[in-house]
């Protein structure tokens, strides 16, 4: 298995600032990802966090708005930037692939960040 | 492609009584099928797996899934509900095509009456 923190648990920002989401797994893993999960829905994924490349995003989202950085095999941060109200959601990390010599067949999930922007 | 139906927003039941959470997904792969459970205000834990091994998954707190090619369905049951089973659950598709591809159902808000 693998154990993910989040930082912040959860923030409450101001329309039109950005805030940087960090995600520490335990161990290395070969994938990440970045998941938003709006009130009363399910999640939607989206990003997949590349390690030492740029993350690939789902339809939907765009670099601009949702920046990330994957520096190694265990760190990940999600930006979300020039936020707005809509952007209130929880938003969760998740792993998945290899975690040392062990094959994980299930996403591990995060805790999640709460973030609300008024 | 794949897809993930979850056929009930909202199941109520009574203490004690059985539960039926009900998934129907599509894949043009073999698929891997999971169940994740989401209490308010915590994290999604799994609840149970399915990846080609025994068509009958038993799970954490007393949940299973049976697996039915032909129906393509994964339904979530358990015998008899406790209170603190009120949650969120989620039906999860994920095969492996050179990479991962994952798709999680709309998900089904269980209540529990005392």
């Known amino acids: 298995s693998a154990v993910i923190s989040q930082k912040p648990s959860r923030d409450i920002c101001q329309r039109g600032t950005s805030l940087t989401i960090q995600c520490q797994v335990d161990?290395?893993?070969?994938?990440m990802f970045w998941y938003r999960q709006q009130p009363g829905q399910s999640l939607t994924l989206i990003a997949t966090?590349?390690?030492?490349?740029?993350?690939?995003?789902e339809s939907g989202f765009v670099i601009d708005k949702f920046p990330i950085s994957r520096p190694n095999l265990t760190f990940s941060t999600l930006t979300v930037s020039n936020m707005s109200p809509e952007d209130s959601s929880i938003y969760l990390c998740?792993?998945?692939?290899?975690?040392?010599?062990?094959?994980?067949?299930?996403?591990?999930f995060g805790p999640g960040t709460r973030l609300t922007v008024l | 492609a794949q897809s993930v139906t979850q056929l009930d927003s909202h199941v109520s039941v009574s203490e004690g009584t059985p539960v039926l959470l009900r998934c129907n997904y599509s894949s043009s792969y073999s698929p891997s099928l999971f169940w994740y459970v989401q209490h308010p205000n915590k994290g999604l834990q799994l609840l149970l797996k399915y990846t080609s091994a025994a068509t009958l998954v038993k799970g954490i707190n007393g949940f299973e899934a049976e697996f039915k090619k032909s129906e393509t369905s994964f339904h979530l049951t358990k015998p008899s509900a406790h209170m603190s089973d009120a949650a969120e659950y989620f039906c999860v598709v994920s095969v492996n095509t050179g990479g991962f591809k994952t798709i999680f159902g709309a998900g089904t808000r269980l209540f529990v009456k005392a």
């Open positions: 998740s792993v998945q692939g290899t975690s040392g010599t062990a094959i994980l067949n299930e996403q591990f």
């Open positions: 966090a590349n390690q030492g490349s740029e993350a690939t995003y």
């Open positions: 161990s290395q893993v070969t994938m």
